[in-house]
């Protein structure tokens, strides 16, 4: 099973559209996560023009009205994958984001809010966050794939772009 994940697309408020490579990099998957702040429901719509899929609610959902689940349990090929968009602060803390995880009796967590990506590997649990495709934070725009095959499974960060932060695009030599 091959799945597409994404977050924090903030449609229409700080971005216009999902970026037309997600949909190129989506095309073969079977089911889409979408970890929270979409801020409009037409990013599903679009999203399930693809693939089957999935919503939590994030903090700027919350703010819109959006009524999404906050947290989602997912068992797909034998992996219980959790789904929350990981409001904790500060944000990304492996800390908290694994208590979610063990309060939701998960093997795999993804979250989103950071608009920034990671997968960390912990000793009793995997979190994944896909970052943002388009307001990623001093980051390089990204979605995630993942892969399950026989109860494993292999996460991969597609980076879609450069940053939008002068800084981390710098490829001069320092002196």
């Not at 959902?61 to 689940?69: F, K, S, T």
């Not at 906050?70 to 929350?84: F, P, Q």
């Not at 996460?155 to 001069?172: H, Q, R, W, Y």
Request: glycine content about 10%.
């Amino acid at each position: 099973m091959l799945i597409g994940v994404i977050s924090d697309t903030h449609i229409p408020e700080r971005a216009r559209a999902i970026p037309d490579i997600v949909f190129e990099i989506f095309k073969d998957v079977d089911l889409i996560l979408h970890a929270g702040d979409l801020v409009s429901l037409e990013v599903k719509d679009h999203l399930e023009e693809v693939a089957p899929t999935i919503c939590v609610q994030g903090n700027m959902d919350r703010y819109g009205g959006l009524d999404l689940p906050r947290r989602k349990t997912l068992d797909l090929e034998g992996v219980k994958i959790g789904l929350a968009h990981g409001e904790v602060y500060p944000r990304g803390d492996t800390q908290q984001l694994r208590y979610t995880g063990l309060e939701m009796g998960v093997e795999v967590l993804i979250t989103g809010h950071t608009h920034w990506s990671f997968i960390k590997e912990l000793p009793d649990m995997l979190l994944l966050n896909p970052g943002s495709p388009t307001v990623p934070r001093l980051s390089e725009p990204s979605v995630m794939i993942i892969e399950l095959q026989d109860g494993k499974l292999d996460a991969e960060i597609v980076k879609i772009g450069a940053s939008p932060c002068k800084a981390l695009n710098f490829k001069g030599k320092v002196e």
